[in-house]
Every structure is written in C-alpha cells, then in structure tokens.
C-alpha cells in the first residue's frame, strides 16, 4: 500500500511503491482450506419442564444484527490527480504523515485502490446479508481523499464495533503473502482499544488464511501480524481497528490473484468471516 508522493505520480506515469512500509522479519507459511460459512442458528428446543420452547433468536434473526461495521477501501481512484491535496501533512500523533497517497499498483497496471474498492463492496454486501449495518469510507473510486485522518473519524462517528482497512502491498517482487497491521498503544486515543485490536487481528488472521489459502507474508511481520505505531488510520480510532494487507502487488502468483473476480470474492468472504468471528465471540 506505499506510494510515491503524487507529484513525482504526475510526472512519471507510474506507481512505484507500497503503502504499508516495511519492517524486519519473516513469517511462517499460512495454511490452505475452504472458506468457512456463516454458522447456522441453532435449531429450536422445548425449554425443560415448562414445555414451552426455550428463549431463541426469531426464526429471521441474522448473526449480525445490530453490529456496525466500518470498511476503509484503502486510496482512491482519483488521488493522483490532486497531489497537492493528499501530500498536504496531517498530525498523526506519532508523527506528520500525507493525507493520503496513491497506493500501489500490479506491474500490468491494476491499482490497489481498484482492489480495495472492489473487495470492499463485495464485503459490504456479504456483511450487510448478515444483519450488519455497513458504512464505508468513500463512496467512489473516482475521487480524492479522504484523508487518512478523516477515515479515522468515520469509524469514530459511527461508533463501530470493528473497522478494518483493506490494502494491497507494493513490496519488492520476491515477497508474496498476507499480513495484518494492528495499533500499538501512543499515550493515545487508541490506547484503549489496542487489546480488541489485537483479538480483530488474530481472528481476521485466522479467517483469511483458511479462505483464502494465501500464505503469511515471507517479508514482513511474524505470523502474519505487525504491530505499528505510525499508521493514522489507526492512531487515531476509538474504536476496534486493523489494516489487511491482501498480498503483494508486485508480486506475479499474489497480483494474477487479485486480479481474479472469483478469487476477490474469496477475500471478501474471508474478511467477513473473519469479522463475525470477533463480533460474535
């Protein structure tokens, strides 16, 4: 998900790096199988000794009914045409950083803020068919912004349950792999969510390994997560928040399959599932 600053974008032609940084260390290999479903509802039992049927969620009950859910497409379509406006700095506590950049791109051209508009969408709908009411961040792939403190906000507003942030890396090709970022604490805002953080993690993690079967990052985190102190997006949340990075764009196997329909659908499913597991739990 790093990018080079929009002005050298304009001149160039070209996205040349990812959004999400880089640390040290490697990761193990994530495991194979198939995405897992919505569990069913249980099915209706007589109370004991009353005979009368025991306390149940009405027959059209959906799992997620009354959560809020905040999806963050990461980038925008439209960030390279306005470099003057998302390299504008923003406070993120830890640091100044832009207010926004242009995300990365696949060698043949698809864009991360094309994947993570698609993904996203495709998220929405599965979320919103289980009950939960969805919002995300922007509302098209063709704008500028909003800044990352903005998104922030969004989440904020809403009083989300769980907000996640959906990325590409940009990494050096030989890298291939997911993984996912969650806050640590500042002396900050999301001090006090770091610990839901963490568990958001883990279950998102758990779940797009199994649906997906993408491997953990070879290049970045351990066991797939990293834990970062200078993202705003997460900085600034109140509420339960991480970053997904689906792959690396750079890389050939990673890139072939985010440019797949049927295999974005999975990544979708993937992540929903995961953030049930963590709401229901």
Not at 34 to 42: F, G, I, K, L
Not at 51 to 77: E, R, S, Y
Request: aromatic share 4%; proline share 7%; glycine share 12%.
């Amino acid at each position: 998900m790093r990018a080079l600053p929009a002005t050298v974008l304009a001149v160039c032609g070209l996205i040349a790096s990812a959004c999400g940084g880089t640390e040290p260390g490697g990761a193990a290999a994530g495991q194979a199988a198939s995405s897992a479903e919505a569990p069913a509802q249980p099915p209706v039992q007589d109370g004991p000794d009353q005979g009368t049927p025991a306390q149940q969620a009405p027959p059209d009950a959906k799992p997620l009914n009354g959560k809020v859910i905040v999806i963050d497409p990461g980038h925008n379509g439209g960030n390279f045409r306005d470099p003057k406006a998302i390299n504008r700095k923003v406070n993120v506590l830890t640091q100044w950083k832009p207010c926004d950049t242009t995300g990365t791109e696949t060698n043949n051209g698809y864009t991360e803020a094309a994947f993570t508009w698609d993904v996203s969408n495709r998220m929405a709908k599965i979320l919103k068919g289980r009950g939960a009411t969805v919002k995300l961040t922007r509302s098209d792939n063709d704008s500028v912004g909003p800044c990352i403190t903005q998104r922030a906000a969004i989440g904020n507003k809403a009083k989300a349950d769980a907000a996640i942030s959906v990325h590409a890396d940009g990494a050096a090709a030989a890298g291939h792999g997911f993984h996912v970022i969650i806050p640590k604490k500042i002396n900050g805002p999301v001090d006090k969510v770091v610990a839901p953080s963490t568990k958001l993690g883990v279950d998102v993690r758990d779940a797009f390994a199994r649906g997906t079967g993408l491997p953990y990052s070879t290049y970045i985190g351990s066991k797939a997560l990293s834990f970062r102190n200078d993202l705003g997006g997460l900085n600034l949340s109140t509420v339960p928040k991480i970053f997904v990075e689906c792959g690396n764009m750079r890389n050939a196997g990673d890139a072939a399959k985010f440019q797949n329909p049927r295999f974005r659908q999975r990544i979708a499913l993937a992540l929903a599932n995961g953030l049930q597991h963590y709401l229901e739990a």
